[in-house]
Each structure stands twice: as structure tokens, then as C-alpha cells.
């Protein structure tokens, strides 16, 4: 039984759980707040130790045929520069990261079938898995079955955001597309489950209704998926909104303060569940973030397709009512989903880690891990050309 069929239920009855989760949530003191920030940061250290698994969301795509009020790839956007990468130019730019010392690598894209296949996608995976041994997706969500290839090629995790679970704000903000489907989305993280992620990623987009109603339909959605997900490593991301074409505005308010101790919640809720800190979030606030409950940064970020090298500013052009329409672009870049906040180097974010005391972990998987002899031979062809030194 998918969380959709379950989820208007629970929020209308929360079990104890839940309840204890949400009254967590309620306004509190200064002191309660650095109560609950001390009890996360040492709940992570039991769990995770002093590390943090750094990785560089990689943008194939910024087409979509979807009519998202948030968000900048929408299609409804027309005046955005947009560009498919070809899969060697997706590979230079899997290439540079590599070069920085990443080997967690997400692929994003917007939903368009005609740009973004499934075959597409299982290319792109193919070419970079001879470098990359971490890979995961953030793209339109699929059948299980249509899964299975990508999973084979060599994609370990999927990230699914359900951007909110007010039904009636969701109807509101998805004006047209495929991804108007509110229960279709939701259930997604469930069907990537059985067709064998590894890891499985949730979130929130805040912002687009009250955090606090978002907050507990969220950790509802990660009670329901241990339970029926329990062979995957499940993570959870709060990202807020941020500046993007389109110039949407966030409808409700979730300040820092409110940010922590969502933060601090949530590890104390579920301390075994990895926290994804994004460069959406301004310096200071990570850095101060990072010892308490996080165990998972993005950093370097570019969020345009071809943002790390220019791969694809030769082919830019408008989209126009689902129409590729060819203009002059010379000396421009693909439109960006969102501006980032934190623009500082994977090396200075390492640099700002080790400072802390903790441990930048730049790979954390390989598949030779399930001794089988493909992922064997892909090991032995890795450790022959080593990467170059980076700022680590």
C-alpha cells in the first residue's frame, strides 16, 4: 500500500511518533533550541562519526514540460536559455568534478521525454560509471520497470521531492504537465525501492506552504518508507527556496532558527537517517549547521546544464510552447534552476570541514563492495589512472 493512500489519514490522526515529532516543532527558548542542537550533534557523532559525504549535483538538462510556478525550468518560462547535453559533454563535465575529487556525483534534469529518455539516461550513466562509482538521479519520476535498466547501468540512488505535501497548495503551484499527478510523485520513492536503489532521497521544497504542516507530513512520509524501504539508506533534504526565473516569491516564512531546529528534529527523530545540507543555504548558516545533525553537503555547485566547463553554450536555445526555437546565444550559458548561495570551492568547503573537526569523505562506494567481477575489473581500471590531487 503506497504513502499516498495512507498519508491524509495520518495527518489527520498522527500516531504517537508523529505527535512526538511535531510537538518537537512547537516555538521554544534559546536554551531548549541549544538543548536539542547538542542531542543532535552527539546523536550524529554516535551514528555517523565526524564524517561528511560531499557530492556535486551535475545538470544534463534544463528542458521541461511541466508548468511549475516555483521553479525556473518551468516551461512557462520561454525567455530561459535551455540546452540538452550530449553524453561526451555530459562526461566533461563528470570529468572536471572527478578532477575536484568528487565520486558522488547527481545527475538532474527536467522532465522532457523527448530530451531526457530513459534510454538517454541509461547512456549517461553507462559513461560515467567507468569513473564515477557513486551515482544518483534527480529526474522525472518512473515505473519501476522503466528503473530497472538504470539501476543495471549503474545509478545506486534516486532523489524525489515531493516540493509539498499540502495537496491543495501542490494543485495550485503544478499548473500543467505530468508532474501535476500528486499521488503519482509521492509514490515514487516506493517504486524506486523495488527496482533496487540503494539509496533513496526525500524532501521539502519550504516555503511554498506552512513549515510546520510540511515538516510533519515529511517525517511521516520517512516513518512509512523505513518501514517498507528498510534495504535502502534512506536521506532527507530541506531545502528553501531561492531566486530563480520566473521570480517567485516563498509564500510562508521558515527563517534560520525555525531551519535548526527542523534540523535538529529530524536527527533526533531519526538518527539514522542521512541530512543533506545543499549550497541553496547561505555560508555561515552551513558551517554552523554541519557539526549538528548534517551528513551529506553538496558543494562547488552549478545549477545549469554545462555550468562547470561550457559544454552545450554552443547549442543554447528558447523553448517556446514545448517548440525548440533557434536564436543567437554567443558568449551565454544555459539558464540556472536556481541562484546558490554558497559559492565557495569544494576545496575551501573541505577546508571549512576539517576545521570543524570533521572528515570531508569524497567516495564512500564502489561496486566491487558486492565482489562481483564487473564491478572488480571497473576497480582495478580506477585504481590505474588514480585522480588528480585535490584541495582535500
Not at 547527481?106 to 530530451?115: D, N, R, S
Request: aromatic share 8%.
Amino acid at each position: 500500500m503506497g504513502f499516498s493512500t495512507r498519508i491524509d489519514s495520518i495527518i489527520a490522526t498522527p500516531p504517537a511518533e508523529l505527535a512526538a515529532f511535531r510537538r518537537m516543532l512547537d516555538p521554544c527558548s534559546d536554551a531548549a533550541l541549544e538543548e536539542m542542537a547538542c542531542r543532535s550533534a552527539a546523536l550524529t557523532r554516535s551514528h555517523f562519526g565526524r564524517t561528511m559525504r560531499l557530492f556535486a549535483p551535475l545538470y544534463l538538462s534544463n528542458e521541461c514540460v511541466n508548468s511549475c510556478a516555483y521553479c525556473g525550468f518551468s516551461r512557462e518560462n520561454e525567455a530561459i536559455l535551455r540546452v540538452t547535453l550530449e553524453i561526451e559533454q555530459v562526461a566533461a563535465e563528470a570529468r572536471h568534478l572527478s578532477e575536484e575529487g568528487f565520486r558522488n556525483i547527481l545527475l538532474v534534469a527536467g522532465e522532457h521525454p523527448k530530451f531526457v529518455s530513459g534510454e538517454y539516461l541509461k547512456r549517461c550513466i553507462e559513461r560515467l560509471h567507468r569513473e564515477i562509482p557513486s551515482l544518483s538521479l534527480e529526474v522525472a519520476p518512473m515505473e519501476t520497470a522503466d528503473y530497472l535498466p538504470l539501476v543495471a547501468a549503474g545509478a545506486e540512488g534516486l532523489v524525489v521531492y515531493q516540493e509539498t505535501y499540502d495537496r491543495e497548495a501542490y494543485q495550485e503551484l503544478h499548473l500543467a504537465g505530468p508532474k501535476k499527478d500528486f499521488d503519482w510523485r509521492l509514490d515514487t520513492p516506493e517504486r524506486a525501492h523495488e527496482a533496487g536503489f540503494r539509496r533513496i532521497g526525500i524532501g521539502v521544497l519550504f516555503g511554498l506552504s506552512d513549515w510546520r504542516r510540511e515538516a510533519t507530513a515529511l517525517a511521516a512520509h520517512l516513518f512509512h518508507l523505513q518501514r517498507v524501504c528498510w534495504t535502502s539508506q534512506l536521506t532527507v533534504s530541506m531545502p528553501r527556496l531561492r531566486p530563480a526565473a520566473g521570480e517567485f516569491q516563498p509564500r510562508f516564512p521558515f527563517g534560520d532558527r525555525d531551519f535548526t531546529q527542523l534540523l535538529c528534529a529530524l536527527r533526533i527523530t531519526f538518527p539514522q537517517v542521512g541530512i543533506v545540507l545543499s549550497t541553496r543555504e547561505p555560508a555561515t548558516l552551513r558551517d554552523a549547521l554541519a557539526p549538528l545533525g548534517v551528513t551529506m553537503m553538496s558543494a562547488g555547485s552549478h545549477t545549469e546544464p554545462g555550468g562547470y566547463t561550457g559544454q552545450g553554450s554552443d547549442q543554447l536555445h528558447h523553448t517556446v510552447k514545448g517548440k525548440k526555437v533557434e536564436s543567437s546565444c554567443s558568449g551565454l550559458s544555459a539558464t540556472e534552476q536556481f541562484a546558490i548561495s554558497d559559492d565557495r570551492t569544494p576545496g575551501e568547503i573541505a577546508a571549512m570541514l576539517s576545521s570543524r573537526g570533521l572528515e570531508p569523505v569524497w567516495k564512500d562506494w564502489d561496486s566491487a563492495i558486492l565482489g562481483n567481477d564487473e564491478g572488480k575489473m571497473k576497480k582495478e581500471k580506477r585504481e590505474k589512472t588514480p585522480p588528480k590531487p585535490t584541495a582535500c
